[in-house]
């Protein structure tokens, strides 16, 4: 099926570019009149567009709806956002749901630098174990998606987010239909994948009232092992639209599981030899116990196989929204949110990797020499199950609820806009320890707190924080051609620990305990300056200056985060030494939109943007010790290490042949250099940052997209370029780039008049149809001579049918 699909890809293709009907535009950077959301989002579901610019002092970017379920019909809206330029987004699945291994970077901050929301409604900073939030992929399904918008440089001044150092992702949901209608689409393909959408819309009824219903149901298998992969989710809108205000409720529920990935750890040694993939044993319990008893984990050193390992996420998210238009001068849009979530991380693997004797030792005393003789060994066996395997749970709570109000006055030729966010979270977070019973194994697809009682609770962390967010802008229309944009926002967060389970002191490393009490982080005046001038109609040039601040993140026990730290005396030392994050963007660029006739090419859109950054007070978590492990986590110190500059140039630009072909390109350029080296250990040792090049972001990227439309068919193939990365602090590792190549065929088929079916559609797409094998996301785990790569997913091909009543 596979070696079919791409023939007829590239067949299919072929024949586009030779035949003499252009195929469909794809937008790179259309210059739109500034649009409220409402409209933004019926132009989305209008579009056919991959790339709009917006009329912005900054560099926006978006992907309407069409164009992501072209990608591969529902993938996540954050891989969507891989053929925008300055966007690097890899993970080890084809969907982008994986969450573990999910790696963003835009302009070289990493994804947890960057600000989320739906709708308005903030996200937190998509750490994994998230603590503030939910993925994209989690609050709405993507087929609802209307549109994603990403802001490359420095987000909107109103933007609900802790963490927008180096711009913003807003995702948008569709409004529902004006009329009555349902949506039935199902793909199915490699490794067993099936998905089952289901979308129910009302049309319009009474005075001005529309709601939509849908659900999904996803199921796979994970590419490398014999684990499954998906879930269910629902969403629902409903939107009342009259000339006094617009009044919106959206509700989401998610409920999935995503097997994770097992890294492969890479040395300077090790470099030739180190497996390719380390794929979980879990089902075949048989398999996995020989593996145990022939000593085959040992030789394989830090590359052993786990039993299974994943990610159980349950979500509920809810927003009422008013926009009242008080008079044709004045809007007063007012929005309370809710969130919960419910989740546990597992890892199911041997007792005596990544230094667990030792950590056990405290918890079950008693044994004779070392933690790891065969006689000690064998005793921490029995008491977790005689299976030779452990089950550690990070189980999570999130509850949090908001408020986003916004004020916009039209007085002359002034826009002016007044806002503010409030929102008041609790969390939870508890490492556990589970037996896994020879004569009972668990599964992935298990709570093991559900049926089991915990052989020990490492640690339990209670978190409760504050956030105040308030801004004021004015964007002045000096001339007709003249825009100036004149702001600032003030943010305020207050965030405490209670710790309600201490770990045992130095079963954390190098910890005595976690710290309780509280932290706060805040900066009254955080400015942007911006100008548009409308050189022509049809083009302009941009300028845009904005300061923002990365509040201390609160997660417990992990992260960047000062509730991680490993005793009160070092979390006071950070609150009297530590700053939190900050940056100056800087942005110059111009856009064109031109329709001409110049041979077979008829009209050409695009932006060029060149962006500096000052990114001051980076943060970086220093072990003190070299036995911490992502098995056993433990305490690190958490330093400023100084700062990073960058310097970089965005281009985006479609060649418009006609109606029916075009050719995207987005190429990138990015220098971002650490200015600082840092000291580790006691006795200090320098560790030789400063000048280097920040690990895991590409210096450059290219993205190619060839569309093309005739008769019933649509065409679509997507090269995807990344460079060269490093992949340690001091460059001394690296792997080299890459190219990727993704395509789609898809036909819609003609209805007759008077059938119950109004459309009807098939699709085939295939993801990396070279089979290339490369470093997906790298984790830069020492400052040199290791780190750890994921491995690119294989080729694979879904078929989907889409049926619309």
Do not use: C
Not at 366 to 382: F, I, M, Y
Not at 469 to 483: A, E, F, G, K, Y
Not at 545 to 570: C, D, E, M, W
Request: charged share 15%.
């Amino acid at each position: 099926m596979q070696k079919l699909a791409i023939q007829l890809l590239v067949g299919a293709a072929s024949l586009a570019i030779i035949s003499t009907a252009p195929a469909r535009a794809a937008d790179a950077a259309a210059a739109a009149p500034a649009a409220s959301d409402a409209e933004a989002d019926a132009d989305s579901q209008a579009s056919d567009d991959i790339i709009v610019t917006g009329r912005t002092t900054r560099s926006v970017t978006q992907v309407s709806s069409l164009e992501i379920q072209k990608i591969l019909p529902g993938v996540s809206p954050l891989k969507a956002l891989q053929t925008l330029p300055g966007v690097t987004f890899l993970t080890a699945d084809p969907w982008g749901n994986n969450e573990q291994n999910i790696s963003l970077f835009v302009h070289g901050f990493n994804q947890q630098q960057l600000g989320y929301t739906l709708d308005g409604v903030p996200l937190g900073d998509q750490q994994y174990g998230n603590y503030n939030g939910l993925s994209p992929q989690r609050a709405i399904i993507s087929e609802n998606v209307g549109r994603v918008t990403l802001a490359s440089g420095a987000g909107d001044l109103g933007t609900a987010s802790t963490s927008n150092l180096g711009g913003t992702i807003d995702t948008f949901s569709s409004d529902p239909k004006t009329e009555m209608g349902a949506t039935i689409d199902q793909t199915v393909g490699s490794y067993s994948s099936f998905r089952t959408f289901v979308r129910v819309d009302s049309g319009t009824f009474g005075n001005g009232n529309s709601l939509y219903l849908s659900g999904v149901r996803q199921d796979g298998r994970a590419w490398d092992f014999n684990g499954k992969q998906g879930g269910y989710q629902a969403n629902g809108k409903f939107v009342h639209d009259d000339p006094t205000g617009k009044l919106t409720i959206y509700a989401a529920y998610s409920d999935k599981t995503e097997p994770n990935e097992d890294a492969t750890v890479i040395t300077v040694a090790n470099r030739a030899t180190a497996p390719y993939v380390r794929p979980f044993l879990y089902p075949d319990f048989a398999a996995a116990q020989t593996y145990l008893s022939s000593g085959a984990y040992r030789a394989a050193g830090s590359n052993y196989r786990n039993y299974y390992s994943d990610a159980q996420r349950t979500d509920y998210l809810g927003y009422i929204k008013y926009d009242w238009n008080i008079s044709d001068k004045i809007t007063w849009s007012n929005q309370a949110y809710y969130h919960h979530d419910d989740g546990v991380g597992v890892v199911a693997g041997p007792i005596d990797v990544a230094g667990l004797p030792g950590l056990f030792s405290f918890y079950f005393p008693g044994g004779v020499g070392a933690p790891t003789t065969p006689a000690n060994l064998a005793r921490l066996s029995t008491i977790f199950g005689g299976s030779g395997f452990a089950t550690r749970t990070t189980e999570y709570r999130i509850d949090r609820g908001g408020l986003i109000s916004t004020l916009r006055l039209e007085l002359g030729n002034h826009h002016i806009e007044v806002g503010g966010w409030y929102e008041h979270q609790s969390s939870s977070s508890f490492r556990r320890w589970y037996a896994l019973d020879v004569n009972n194994p668990s599964t992935p697809y298990q709570r093991p707190g559900d049926t089991l009682t915990p052989l020990i609770t490492q640690y339990g962390s209670e978190v409760r924080v504050d956030e105040i967010q308030t801004h004021i802008q004015d964007s002045w229309r000096v001339l007709p051609t003249l825009t100036l944009l004149v702001g600032f926002k003030s943010t305020f967060q207050k965030a405490s620990q209670q710790v309600p389970v201490q770990p045992i002191p130095g079963s954390f490393s190098n910890s005595t305990a976690l710290p309780i009490g509280s932290i706060n982080t805040s900066k009254v005046f955080l400015p942007q300056l911006g100008a548009l001038w409308d050189v022509t109609g049809s083009d302009q040039i941009f300028v845009n200056a904005q300061k923002n601040i990365r509040r201390f993140q609160t997660s417990a026990a992990a992260g960047l985060s000062p509730f991680a730290l490993g005793s009160q005396q070092v979390f006071e030392d950070f609150k009297n030494t530590v700053q939190p994050e900050t940056s100056w963007t800087y942005e110059i660029g111009a856009r064109t939109q031109r329709s001409f006739n110049f041979g077979p090419i008829t009209g050409f859109e695009g932006q060029i943007s060149y962006y500096h950054v000052d990114f001051s007070n980076r943060l970086l978590a220093i072990s003190p010790t070299t036995v911490i492990t992502s098995i056993i986590s433990g305490a690190a110190i958490l330093k400023n290490v100084g700062s990073v500059k960058t310097d970089g140039v965005d281009f985006a630009g479609t060649l418009h042949f006609g109606s029916h072909f075009s050719i995207y390109n987005a190429l990138s350029y990015n220098n971002s250099r650490y200015q600082d080296n840092y000291q580790i250990g006691i006795p200090t040792v320098t560790v030789p940052t400063a000048g280097k090049k920040v690990p895991g972001s590409p210096e450059w990227t290219n993205k190619t997209v060839v569309s093309a439309n005739y008769s019933i068919f649509d065409v679509q193939l997507i090269g995807d370029y990344l460079g060269k990365r490093f992949a340690t602090f001091t460059n001394d590792l690296s792997v080299p780039g890459y190219f990727t190549l993704a395509g789609r065929i898809a036909a819609t088929i003609p209805i007759s008049d008077g059938s119950r079916i109004k459309r009807l559609a098939v699709s085939l797409n295939v993801t990396n149809i070279t089979n290339k094998q490369a470093a997906s996301t790298l984790s830069i785990g020492a400052a040199s001579g290791t780190f750890n790569a994921f491995p690119l997913a294989p080729r694979q091909v879904f078929g989907t049918v889409s049926v619309g009543f």
